[in-house]
């Protein structure tokens, strides 16, 4: 067979195809990058979503765009919200191909309206505007890949799902349900366009995050007069809170930082309520429990106190996704699928987190930061180096022409996932 390194005149076809795609590329995405779409601006998200079906509706496939679900919020109060966002796009195709891909991305960028907009031309081939690369430039060369797939006769080797989701920066609440449901479809691979690094490098273990709100309440009483009377939810949640910190450095890469406290009130009346809003992260799935358990214990104590009482809100959104064997599989033939478009790609492991973690707990190994290179994503200096469009859609061209063909075999890689 053919080696992964080697051209076929479809690897061929893709390559000039999307050569000849870049400027068009470059110039979608700088027009998806002037509309706002901070993950709260609602508003801006749903105006997005259409012309973001539009476009996906040059590819062969079924085009939906869904509700999402509600987004639950605590307020300082201790009272649960739920929050309306956008539409998750779902694109389907080909389900009977005997390989199947799961493939996501997000719309929203972290930046509110009014905070960045402009786009600036840097120079040395470099764009700066908000989610040039983070990822809007990351869904173009998604698209673009699938396009050029789909002008060759290995089309119908391979049927995909997508998810592109309206609230990846704010941990996927409203669209992990499509996510789970897509690469529980059949899926072999994922494949997400999280951008790559300034290096070019790509990630490769991720931890798994957590976020919980602990909400604790006390018994108000009048500091001068009945301080006794009281119950303080302060002295609950401070107690927590050092608790909390206490347990960092107690367990390999594991780490628990608490981010805010919201409570009480005028400094004459003992506080009779609390909450506590804090993160974590682990770096496997053992660990991942053993933070739970942690949490919960600290949590019980805090309700033994005389007088407390209180619930917790959050858990695990995204578990952690180590190097396996399917996901160190899937790594090298990549990297061999970079070196046929002169590339040496390296795998980073990374404290961050993305769909690709949602993806491997739903059982599918995959690649996440298949999208664009750029640098300084989740600030003002954000850019994305104009190069990586044809380069990177390339990429992901020829990893959907190894996969119809065999040379990578997603079934037995999957098959590593145990
Ligand atoms: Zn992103």
């Not at 476009?55 to 939906?64: G, H, M, Q, V, W």
Request: net charge negative; aromatic share 6%.
């Amino acid at each position: 067979m053919i080696a992964l390194e080697e051209h076929t005149p479809e690897d061929r076809a893709a390559r000039e195809r999307l050569d000849a795609r870049a400027e068009a590329m470059l110039e979608r995405t700088l027009g998806w990058a002037r509309m706002n779409t901070g993950s709260w601006n609602t508003d801006g998200i749903k105006g997005f979503a259409p012309g973001l079906a539009d476009a996906f509706a040059e590819l062969e496939a079924d085009i939906r765009l869904d509700p999402p679900a509600p987004i639950e919020t605590v307020d300082a109060k201790g009272h649960s919200h739920e929050i309306e966002t956008g539409p998750i796009l779902r694109v389907a195709a080909r389900p009977q191909a005997p390989v199947q891909v799961v493939m996501s991305g997000h719309y929203d960028t972290v930046f509110p309206p009014g905070t960045f907009e402009d786009i600036k031309d840097l120079g040395e081939g470099r764009i700066n505007g908000p989610g040039v690369a983070d990822m809007k430039g990351g869904l173009v060369v998604m698209l673009e890949a699938l396009k050029a797939f789909e002008a060759s006769a290995l089309k119908d080797r391979i049927g995909y799902r997508i998810v592109v989701t309206p609230d990846e920066e704010i941990g996927n609440f409203a669209s992990a349900h499509a996510l789970k449901d897509a690469a529980q479809s059949g899926a072999q691979i994922g494949m997400t366009y999280e951008p790559a690094m300034e290096s070019g490098a790509m990630s490769g273990g991720r931890k798994g995050s957590a976020v919980y709100d602990i909400v604790l309440h006390g018994r108000a009483a009048h500091a001068g007069r009945a301080k006794e009377e009281g119950r303080s939810a302060i002295a609950a949640a401070a107690e927590l809170a050092l608790g909390l910190e206490t347990l960092n450095g107690a367990r390999e890469g594991v780490s628990f930082n608490v981010g805010r406290i919201d409570g009480g009130g005028a400094v004459n009346i003992v506080p009779d309520i609390a909450v506590v809003r804090f993160g974590a992260r682990a770096p496997d799935a053992q660990a991942a429990r053993w933070a739970q358990g942690e949490v919960e214990r600290l949590m019980a104590r805090a309700l033994e106190r005389d007088g407390i009482t209180g619930h917790l809100h959050g858990g695990f959104y995204r578990p952690p996704k180590p190097r396996n064997g399917a996901q160190q599989a899937l790594f090298e033939a990549v990297a061999g699928t970079g070196r046929a478009l002169g590339l040496s790609l390296e795998f980073q492991d990374t404290g961050g987190v993305c769909e690709g973690n949602n993806i491997f707990a739903a059982g599918v190994p995959n690649v996440d930061t298949l999208g664009v290179v750029g640098g300084r994503i989740h600030s003002a200096e954000e850019y994305v180096v104009t190069s990586s469009f044809a380069e990177r859609a390339a990429l992901s061209a020829f990893i959907l022409n190894r996969l119809a063909d065999g040379r990578i075999d997603g079934a037995k890689i999957k098959a590593l996932m145990g």
